[in-house]
C-alpha cells in the first residue's frame, strides 16, 4: 500500500506533469529549437552563472524542507503521533526527490557544454523549472503546516 502510494505522489504531480510537458514541446519542436538557438548569439558568461540557480535552490531545500517534519515550536510531537504522518513523510520524500534529482542532468548540460542544443536547452529548462515547483511546494507545505499546528495548539 505505501508503495503504490509513493508511485501516485510520484506521478500525480506538478513536477511529472512539467517533465511530461517539456518532453512533449521537445519531440514537437525539435527543429524550430534548434534554430532558435542557431539564430541567437548566447552570452557564455551568462551561461557559466546559469548553473547557480538549480544548485541554489536545491541547497535552499535542503536547508528549509526538514521544517516540514520537524517544525519549530515544539509542536513536531502532534505531527509524528498523526496517524497521516507516513504520508506526509511520502511527500516530503518524493518532493525532495523533485528537487535534488534534476541537479544532476542540469550540471551534466552545463559540463558537457550541451545547453546551445535543442536537447540541451529543454533539458535544462525542465530541470530548472521542476526544481522551482518543488521549492514552491516546499515553501507552500511549511506554511501551511505551521497554520494547522498552531490551530491544534490553540484549540
Known amino acids: ?8 505522489v510520484l506521478l500525480v504531480s506538478f513536477e511529472f506533469l512539467i517533465v511530461v510537458f517539456m518532453a512533449a514541446i521537445y519531440l514537437a519542436f525539435n527543429d524550430q529549437i534548434d534554430t532558435l538557438i542557431l539564430s541567437g548569439s548566447p552570452n557564455e ?3 557559466d552563472w546559469l548553473i547557480l540557480y538549480p544548485m541554489a535552490v536545491g541547497a535552499w531545500v535542503l536547508n528549509e524542507a526538514r521544517n516540514v517534519l520537524f517544525p519549530t515550536g515544539g509542536a513536531d510531537s502532534v505531527l509524528h503521533q498523526w ?3 507516513w504520508r506526509l513523510k511520502a ?6 526527490f523533485y528537487c535534488l534529482f534534476p541537479i544532476v542532468p542540469c550540471v551534466l548540460v552545463w559540463l558537457f557544454n550541451s545547453i546551445f542544443t ?3 536547452i529543454t533539458l535544462f529548462f525542465a530541470c530548472v523549472v521542476v526544481v522551482s515547483v518543488s ?3 516546499f515553501y507552500q507545505a ?5 497554520e494547522l499546528l498552531i490551530n491544534v495548539s490553540q484549540g
Request: net charge positive; charged share 20%.
Open 1 to 8: 500500500m505505501k508503495f503504490l502510494y509513493y508511485v501516485r
Open 142 to 146: 511549511n506554511v501551511r503546516l505551521r
Open 135 to 137: 521549492a514552491i511546494s
Open 83 to 85: 496517524e497521516g504522518y
Open 91 to 96: 511527500h516530503y520524500n518524493v518532493g525532495l
Open 45 to 47: 558568461k551568462a551561461v
Open 118 to 120: 535543442s536537447w540541451g
